[in-house]
């Protein structure tokens, strides 16, 4: 016959098989990772719904959701003024809510691309490239158009292109994009260069591209980069359209002056540095003198004076190209600057580089007679100085050995500036590797239209090495430092030696750049023979 045990014993057992089955329950591993995205169950009104006129619209998931990126994921085609009110933004639902806030057009279909910005609550799946549509009118447009955006100047094209249509009629100039919303409008994303444009009505439409930094698809000439096709396009179209993307060359401005040191004015510019006039408009005294340099890193002008004027303010005018304007300037007691030299180039240097000594103040008198360069044994280096008067720069040029070192000495007095005033003895020392340590690249480039830049640019696509061809003939890159390299070609059609940027109401392309998609392994005490064939020009319009 079997004891019967005590209540506190049968509780403590119970207790522990309790506890043991949770624990083993609880390390059974959980099934596979959930990777479906949500789907949609209703859409009210229905997707694609003709004679809209409600301004609410609400899509419902078969599970929890959220959206994400909305600003750079949305795209409402035609733009409205008064953006659509969406939800939920940071928290969860099971439905998407749309308030429309604008006025909307007759007869006019709307689309709605949330890109990748619908996911599921918990694993974050996206609900990819979903798009609501729906028209005012009797029936939806259905024609579309596709192509591809490309970048002037780097291997590599922005993310999230805005691709917008503007509707050629007799109401359109070029001048819109700066201030109008465009027709119809898509976006590249950031997983791919090309792009669809879709739901369109026939008609003529003007095709460009921004990279629009403030989402107000607007071009905003300091901000975005633009692309535009040069024609206009008909659609229906089977054709397939590619636009480069480029960032124009600043309009010449010249901004409010600033009092920042004593006898030195900031001036802010856009555009080009080079040529900038500078008046003062007040009475000054017979001897008054100026100077113009240019700031190293900033889209700054500094404009130097003597003698010490007397005066609370001062209207400046300045001129620049067609650019002209009167600005006015409130003086301040404030210390002169003196007169540094400074060397940017120190310790080891390439075969291509020079010394290159940076001033404070205006220079205005350097005596050659007074500079030594000394090689190997104290032997004298002939020399050569060039001096930036715009960015205040002196280059001493010498051709190099390799292995050797070069002591610099100025005596005092070779340097004057603006104010009067001299240097102390300056001594610099730079030195050459061996020949042995850099790499020769010969460029073979076939099927060029001339003249031609080739560069050698880095993965950043920083021009490291470039030469200039007018003919067809080999190009050597001698003595370069080692590294991997890519090399592009510049056709320059202004024979100007650089590249011009393109410019959009002036109807002007970029220049083009051709990459080589193979890397240069530049190595140490190696030749290398680098073969490139130009491709025939990248056509406006391509069949499928």
């Not at 429309?100 to 007869?107: H, S, Y």
């Not at 692309?227 to 590619?242: A, K, L």
């Not at 050698?456 to 696509?461: G, P, V, Y």
Request: aromatic fraction near 12%; hydrophobic fraction near 35%; include cysteine.
């Amino acid at each position: 016959m079997l004891k019967k045990l005590p209540l506190l014993t049968l509780t403590i057992i119970s207790l522990f098989l309790i506890f043991s089955c949770a624990n083993k329950k609880g390390s059974v591993e959980g099934g596979p990772k959930d990777i479906v995205p949500p789907k949609i169950v209703k859409e009210v009104p229905e997707n694609y719904t003709t004679n809209f006129n409600g301004n609410e619209i609400r899509i419902y998931f078969n599970e929890y959701i959220k959206i994400k990126d909305l600003q750079k994921q949305l795209i409402v085609s035609p733009p409205m003024d008064m953006q659509p009110e969406v939800s939920p933004l940071g928290s969860a639902n099971k439905y998407i809510k749309i308030i429309i806030n604008d006025t909307l057009e007759d007869n006019t279909t709307y689309a709605f691309n949330f890109g990748q910005s619908i996911v599921d609550n918990n694993e974050q799946n996206p609900f990819s490239y979903y798009k609501y549509v729906f028209s005012t009118g009797d029936y939806i447009d259905s024609l579309s158009i596709k192509g591809q955006v490309f970048s002037a100047d780097t291997r590599q094209v922005d993310k999230f292109i805005s691709v917008m249509l503007y509707e050629v009629d007799s109401t359109y100039t070029d001048s819109l994009v700066y201030k109008q919303s465009p027709r119809y409008i898509t976006n590249t994303l950031d997983s791919t260069t090309t792009f669809s444009l879709e739901n369109l009505k026939a008609g003529r439409y003007k095709l460009l591209a921004l990279k629009d930094k403030n989402n107000n698809f607007r071009f905003e000439q300091k901000a975005d980069k633009i692309g535009y096709y040069e024609g206009v396009v008909n659609i229906p179209s089977d054709s397939f359209y590619s636009v480069t993307l480029f960032k124009e060359k600043l309009d010449d401005r010249i901004l409010n002056p600033k009092q920042i040191a004593g006898q030195k004015i900031s001036f802010g510019f856009e555009g080009d540095p080079e040529d900038v006039e500078i008046k003062i408009l007040s009475d000054i005294p017979d001897d008054y003198e100026y100077r113009i340099t240019k700031d190293k890193k900033t889209d700054t002008l500094y404009y130097w004076y003597k003698p010490k004027i007397a005066l609370d303010s001062t209207y400046f005018e300045v001129k620049k190209g067609v650019f002209i304007d009167t600005l006015k300037h409130r003086f301040k007691e404030m210390n002169r600057d003196s007169l540094k030299i400074t060397a940017s180039t120190s310790g080891s240097i390439d075969f291509d580089k020079d010394l290159i000594l940076e001033a404070t103040t205006p220079l205005t008198m350097i005596d050659e007679s007074k500079i030594r360069v000394l090689g190997k044994d104290s032997l004298e280096v002939p020399f050569k100085v060039e001096f930036d008067s715009l960015r205040n720069t002196v280059k001493v040029k010498l051709d190099k050995k390799e292995s050797e070192d070069y002591k610099f000495q100025m005596l005092p007095e070779t340097f004057k500036d603006f104010f009067g005033d001299t240097n102390d003895t300056l001594n610099y020392t730079i030195r050459t590797k061996s020949l042995s340590d850099f790499s020769n690249v010969r460029a073979i480039v076939t099927n060029a239209t001339y003249p031609i830049i080739v560069q050698l640019t880095n993965a950043k696509d920083e021009v490291k090495y470039e030469l200039i061809a007018d003919e067809n003939r080999p190009l050597d890159f001698r003595n370069i430092a080692t590294g991997t390299y890519y090399m592009r070609v510049i056709i320059d059609e202004t024979g100007n030696g650089k590249w011009d940027s393109g410019n959009y109401l002036k109807g002007l392309q970029p220049e083009r750049i051709i990459y080589d998609t193979k890397p240069i392994e530049a190595r140490a005490n190696f030749d290398y023979v680098h073969d490139f064939e130009v491709p025939q020009k990248r056509p406006d319009r391509l069949k499928n």
